[in-house]
């Protein structure tokens, strides 16, 4: 699925100090019925968002009108459990474009990568930095520069480079997926194929 | 240069690699459900494509069935939905499809093994983290994200960079009581859930090499709920005779000629982990979780710890027993239970239900406790009945559903309440995944059987003493 280009981006941020955030908290298994990738962003973060009685928990974060913006920040461990992408659709589909934190699981790093959602890994204390920074004025913004592989924090001269595969880089700079690419080598597969028995 | 079992593998699947990127790895084998593929193929149908190879493509029905009255159409509309298109789907391409009712329908991860789709060393994915199960057979076998099923059913390949190494030796005797879940829930503790991640583990030792290959599935299962991508064991003679004669196993010449390959599946001597951990099977007991994710484990006699000895966060760890109503220091032993829940692809074979047979021959479940046995394929349920093991369960009054992953992550109607406690053989404790508001306390099927039985948290060596006595 393609999906928009990424290249820079400026927002305030979402912060959410949590760690080992799985993505059965992401999106419960109970809303995984769809056969369309439609809606997700409605479920983000269901049972921490709604109460039993589908109204607002007054203290989630979401629900707290002064923090917004297309950036999730997220504790150590972000992602972890199942490999269901609907967590990254979920996020997306809520209007994060970018996820930061300081440690991300690996399908669910990956999962955001193919759908054009940027997981920025930075250091234990840069995480702080940007959490203290939100804390202190909700509207803070951030600058994440996918050229040149940077996230700041605009106003307070904070900066840190993060890592990105070039390969992976390139096709959010473009908006490619890697079934673009792959099926540009079909015939390379198909003569490997043949030469990998059942 | 001297490789690994992972290297071996992994390079013998290498198409092409990217410049500074991924690998292009093909995929011999790729499971298909009904919860992460309808999207993945509404993206072939938007391409225009058909899947590339369906003979290495078999499609079942797992994660959204009911579990009592399969023959019966399924009563949510939005799961008969899903299952449907699945159908749907898989006919309009030509994929095996072994849905509700039939008779090799079962748990992705179960029915791979049982019917020889799993190989040794080939490469097996699935839209499900627990295709790691697969491992076992010396297989690399990970879990993808719909794009990536998409991608695979498309090309027969994904691009992924190659994970670091990992090995994991466990050797020694296990204590008694001691099984293969707890042998991992032990590492998981011990490693954290991102203890592993960005690695491929391999686990060696004698304790692995002397365990069924059941034991082993249940092993490589949790390998993901340490962060690793997947987990493998070398194949053996164990492995050999498991695959042997099952229906999509190579048979005549094309078995011997797999023989020649497989039996080179083993690390070199001198080849080098990016990391080596050891531990000792002695100092291993049952285990048993007390929080929210499945490295909060600990020995089922020791007490919850103290947050001042937990590493990382105070407060995510507060946060943590909260939900679950337990505090620091407590002890777990006796603690009041109110469901038990025995199946997923971590403890539904048939190896687990002896288990769990074993503790409640002669006993009598507890009264208030409710009891959820989900054999993980009809296979399992077909031998549960031949070995004389469902006449025990009945016996003790319990009842055997049928097939599915069912409260495993509780999209189906098999949810616990809120605020009730079920010890599980499943692999995943986190908040709310076995229902909104769900307590889960992993644990092997001989804790899960004592804790029927009692109706708390016992200690399965106690049963036995009792028997003895
Ligand atoms: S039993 Fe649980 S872990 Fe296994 S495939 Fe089903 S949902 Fe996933």
Redesign the interface.
Known sequence: ?AYDKFKVLKSTAVPM????V?T??II???F??????KGFGDNLFR?WRYN?DNTPKEHFVLNNPIYNGKILVG???FG???????A?WAVYDYGFRCVISS?????FR??CL??GVLPVQVSEEFLEIIFKAIEADPKTEFEINLPEQTISVLGANATESFQI????KENLLNGF???D???N??D??ES??ES??? | MKKTLFDKVWDS?V??K?????D?L?I??HLVHE??S??AF??LK??N?KV??P??TFATAD??TPTINQHLPVK?P??A??LK?LEVNAKSHNIPYWGLGHEKNGIVHVIGPENGITLPGSTIVC???HTSTHGAFGAIAF??????V??VL????????K?KSMRITVTGELNEAVTPKDVVLYIISKLS??GA??YFVEYAGDVFENMSMEGRMTVCNMSIEM?A?GGMIAPDEATFAYVKGRE?A?KGT?WD??MSYWKELKTDEDAVFDKELNFNAADIEPMITYGT?PGMGVGISGGIPNAASID??A??YM?SLQYMDFNEGEDLLGKKIDFVFLGSCTNGRIEDFRAFAKIVKGRKKADHVTAWLVPGSHKVEEAIQQEGILDILTEAGFELREPGCSAC???NDDKIP?GKYAVSTSN?N????QG??ARTLLASPLVAAAAAVTGRVTDPRELKTLESV
């Open positions: 699925m100090p949590i760690e080992n799985d059965d908290q419960p298994a109970r995984l019925k769809a056969i369309e990738r049972d039993q504790g150590k461990n972890s459990g199942s490999s269901r992408e609907h990254a440690f991300f699981a690996d399908i990956n999962n193919n759908i595969n070039t390969y992976k997926d890697d079934i690419y792959l099926l080598i079909k390379d597969i490997f194929a990998s028995p059942l | 699947h198409v092409r990217v410049d500074n990127g991924p292009v093909f011999d084998r919860v992460t309808p999207v509404l993206g938007n391409r494509i590339l190879y003979e290495r994660h959204n949510d939005l799961s939905n899903q298109a839209g499900d983290s879990g993808i994200g719909t794009s990536e998409e991608m498309a090309t027969q390949c994904i691009m992924q960079p994970a859930t991102s991640t960005g962060g991508r999509y190579p094309e000629k797999a994710n990382g966060g407060a995510t946060k992550l509780a999209m809120a995943r986190f908040e709310g995944r909104p508001g």
